[in-house]
């Protein structure tokens, strides 16, 4: 079993190899599944054919039980930066799976600028051993989570650090005064306790393939799906608002929960628009490596 050097050793290869473009340089085990954008490629395709730079945030995670590493960073496309998402799957030295998630911001996706790529120290720490969770604990948080952004309707099924902060493809969107939407003003448990976020209809095909114990870091995937038939609806103080959704439309995400002593502390996000009710090549869960 891989410890978490040698996990980010693997990382560093195959970020090395995508610097140059050369999936030649990578060892892929048998059986590879590798994605970018939910969508099965083979190495050599995609961000491989062009990528020009890659940013220095390098916000990196792993699960040394499980053959997992990931690393939440940026790209440069030529005339572009966008946030990135990387997860690969580590067994015997080789990669036998590799997740990208790249919100390529400029064609589509999250439409709000101002993004900056800063390292967030409540991410890096290393939780002590008396405010650990359990992997079993550390995903139940997270995946309520989900719950509550599902249907949103105020009822707050997690817990949440006070000043806990979300950056959601390279934008602050709680505590951030300076963004379009007043929603963003709030903490994280105070958008939720409104029921802002009720045209999300479904968090679907949720994976938590990665759990950092150390760390206190779940990464998950899976799918926000607007059946986009919302229109008006009242807050929870009453305040009437409009859905900002109202077509069929969903996003596939990438998303790292920071949790100490119970609660969620940081969440970073990475996600991008694809086909409404889009499948997902790994499926509901997929076998974890070594």
């Known amino acids: 079993m891989a410890g978490r050097e040698q996990l980010y ?4 290869h ?7 473009g050369d999936a030649g340089r990578v060892a892929w085990a048998d059986g590879l599944l590798y994605t970018e954008n939910n969508v099965a490629l083979e190495p050599g395709d995609g961000l491989w054919n062009t990528l020009t730079a890659r940013g220095p945030y390098d916000l990196r995670f792993a699960d040394p039980a499980h053959g997992q590493v990931a690393l939440f960073t940026c790209v440069e496309e030529t005339d572009a930066v966008s946030p990135c998402a990387i997860r690969l799957e580590v067994m015997d030295g080789m990669i036998a799976g590799a997740e990208l998630v790249v919100a390529r911001n400029k064609d589509e996706g999250f439409p709000f600028l101002g993004q900056a790529f800063d390292d967030k120290p409540a991410m890096l720490a290393t939780v002590p051993e008396a405010e650990r969770s359990m992997r079993e604990e550390l995903i139940r ?5 989900f719950d ?8 707050i099924r997690t817990r949440f650090h006070p000043h806990c902060d979300r950056v959601e493809n390279g934008v602050q969107t709680t505590h951030n005064a300076a963004f379009p939407l007043p929603i963003a003003r709030l903490g994280c448990e105070a958008q939720f306790a ?6 999300d209809d479904a968090l679907r095909a949720r994976r938590f393939p990665l759990v950092d114990v150390e760390r206190g870091v779940v990464l998950a995937h899976g799918f926000i799906d607007h059946a986009g038939k919302l229109g008006e609806y009242a807050l929870t103080d009453g305040t009437k608002v409009s859905s900002p959704i109202r077509r069929p439309h969903s996003y596939y995400l990438a998303e790292a929960f920071k949790i100490r002593a119970g609660a969620i502390e940081q969440v ?8 409404y009710r889009m499948p997902s090549p790994w499926g509901e869960t997929r076998p974890h490596s070594a």
């Open 268 to 275: 970073e996000a990475v996600f991008h628009t694809v086909p």
């Open 9 to 12: 050793e693997t990382l560093d």
């Open 14 to 20: 195959f970020l090395a190899a995508l610097d140059t």
């Open 148 to 155: 509550t952004i599902e249907r949103n309707d105020g009822t």
């Open 194 to 199: 409104l029921g802002w976020y009720r045209y």
């Open 141 to 145: 948080i997270a995946n309520g989570y």
